[in-house]
């Protein structure tokens, strides 16, 4: 069985495009989802590193910022920015296990 995996825009990072529960899969299925996981989790913190010093780069444009407007639309980028670290975080830590 081929297992996909799928690019997710927001996060930059591929996940599993599960077909049926965790249960549901081989344990030789899931040996090789988790090995491609692994691949994939490996990169997420250089990936919230990258967000880190943008949400830094806007802090340092908002603090030079006059503009009200402005302002409001670059701490929406800061918000959109950390709620995908969190997002990232989360799938950071989601470690499933094969159980025979």
Not at 26 to 55: Q, S
Request: a negative charge.
């Amino acid at each position: 069985m081929m297992i996909n995996f799928s690019t997710d825009e927001r996060l930059k990072i591929r996940l599993p495009d599960l077909t049926r529960d965790w249960n549901g899969y081989t344990p030789h299925e899931k040996e090789k989802i988790l090995m491609e996981w692994e691949k994939i989790r490996g990169t997420i913190p250089d990936r919230i590193k990258e967000l880190e010093v943008e949400i830094e780069n806007l802090l340092t444009d908002l603090s030079e910022e006059d503009d009200f407007e402005r302002s409001c639309m670059i701490n929406e980028r800061i918000s959109d920015r950390a709620s995908t670290i969190n997002d990232l975080w989360i799938w950071y830590r989601t470690n499933p296990e094969i159980h025979a």
